[in-house]
């Protein structure tokens, strides 16, 4: 089946810092992929929508400067959570849609952020 | 914005026994989807429920829609300890979308 995988699974980090999630689609091709954030015991909020070549459509709320989104290629979306603070703290998850099957999202792992 | 409603938020049955999830929505769909969440983890797609289809099997699983009720359920049977997860259904962010938004989830408890 289908694969996406999340690096880093965790990270750690000194509030200040910027931290890169990467998301890849390991055996498709996605040309959209899309980046949620899930608090504890809460829904996925969805926080962009990122389409190979073009820039992200964020949703309303989500500061784009603050969470700099990248989809370079075909299989990999980058999003940078920049000048991270301890509010920034979440389980960040991307999904995949495959360029033939646009209906349908592989999820990935998730990456938990801390921000000390 | 968050569209589908899970009930209930949280479930605790004994393995063996039949776990019933509803989902409720707002506007019109032209599909509707149930997840699985266990703790710290991603979400498996477990099925996808188009508007004009009123019920899916899957295994153990078994998803019903009333698009008149704008309302999904989603049941397992005979459950097991592994089921114990979060469990979303996810409906289309807009009209032709595809995105899904989610609801808060039922917390599904499964006691060996």
């Known amino acids: 089946g289908a694969v996406v995988s999340q690096h880093p699974s965790w990270v750690i980090c000194k509030s200040g810092t910027s931290v890169k999630i990467e998301c890849r689609s390991l055996d498709f091709q996605a040309t959209t992929m899309f980046w949620y954030r899930q608090f504890p015991k809460q829904s996925l909020m969805l926080m962009a929508t990122s389409n190979e070549g073009s820039k992200a459509t964020y949703e309303q709320g989500v500061e784009k400067d603050k969470f700099l989104i990248n989809h370079a290629s075909l299989t990999l979306s980058t999003l940078t959570v920049t000048s991270a603070h301890p509010e920034d703290s979440s389980f960040y998850i991307c999904?995949?849609?495959?360029?033939?099957?646009?209906?349908?999202?592989?999820f990935g792992p998730g990456t938990r952020l801390l921000v000390l | 914005s968050q569209q589908g409603e899970e009930d209930p938020q949280a479930l605790s049955i004994q393995e063996g026994e039949n776990a019933t999830m509803n989902c409720s929505y707002k506007?019109?769909?032209?599909?509707l989807q149930w997840y699985r969440q266990n703790s710290g983890r991603g979400l498996v797609h477990l099925i996808l429920i188009r508007s004009n289809e009123r019920e899916k099997h899957s295994g153990r699983l078994r998803v019903t829609l009333d698009t008149s009720k704008k309302s999904s359920s989603l049941l397992i049977t005979a459950s097991r300890a592994a089921d114990t997860a979060s469990y979303f259904c996810?409906?289309?962010?807009?009209?032709?979308?595809?995105?899904?938004?989610f609801g808060r989830g039922t917390s599904l408890i499964v006691h060996p």
């Open positions: 996810a409906t289309p962010a807009s009209g032709g979308s595809y995105i899904p938004t």
């Open positions: 506007t019109s769909i032209n599909n």
């Open positions: 999904s995949a849609s495959p360029t033939t099957d646009q209906e349908t999202q592989y």
